[in-house]
């Protein structure tokens, strides 16, 4: 990623590292399953994490399978999902100040998040002046999906290692996990660490919402929040 900006703050080399050591880990068996309730769950997942594996998180919408925002770890969660490349990721973090240094955030994008976060609604927005981020995070496009997720979990791992790129925890074209025996079906071959929170609750997807530096929005995606729920979020 010479040149560019590192989402995670993660330094490649460490990562990379970690990674060997602990490459395979998952094994024939497939990944390790620890409770949400089980305190080491959020550390076994960080480990995984800095380690440049996979792993499957809950959220209050459904299961998704988080990595590192590098551009090789981001190949592999194409390739578990087999998921077209041209679509990009969203990031999930604990807070919209994990990313305000590689995103414009207008007045429109601020009332949303304080309004709608945490929550179901993933904010798509420009790409900070001189922010590079890889074509394969950001679809090629100049903006970055971000989404604070109403789930202790992800905001857990999110705190400790920074912002987390994240898609549905299925087969691309395939309904999305809600439980994680469902979760394991479709992906658990390319995980190392998942953590079982039971069945989501939500069960939807999260509402997608393009902000423009003026304040327009396109909604690329309708999910779990209406389009009036997110319009009425904004001042008059």
Known sequence: MTGRTNPSGQSGASAQSGASAQSGAAGASGPRVLAAADPASIDAAVAALRAGELVGIPTETVYG?????????????????????????????????????????????????VRL??????????????????????????????????????????RRIGPIAISSANLSGQPEARTVDELLGAVGHALTVVVDDGPVRGGVASTVVGVAPDGALTFFRIGALPEETVRAAIDP
């Open 65 to 113: 399978i988080g990595a590192l925002p590098r551009e090789d770890l981001l190949e592999r969660l194409l390739d578990a999902k087999r998921r077209p490349q041209e679509k990009g990721f969203q990031v999930i973090v604990d807070g919209l100040d994990q990313v305000a240094h590689l995103v414009r955030v207008d007045a429109v994008a601020q009332q949303l998040a």
């Open 117 to 158: 976060w945490p929550g179901p609604l993933t904010l798509v927005l420009p790409l900070a002046p001189g922010v590079e981020l890889p074509g394969i995070l950001t679809g090629g496009r100049q903006t970055l999906g971000i989404r604070v997720p109403d789930h202790p979990v992800p905001r857990a791992i999110c």
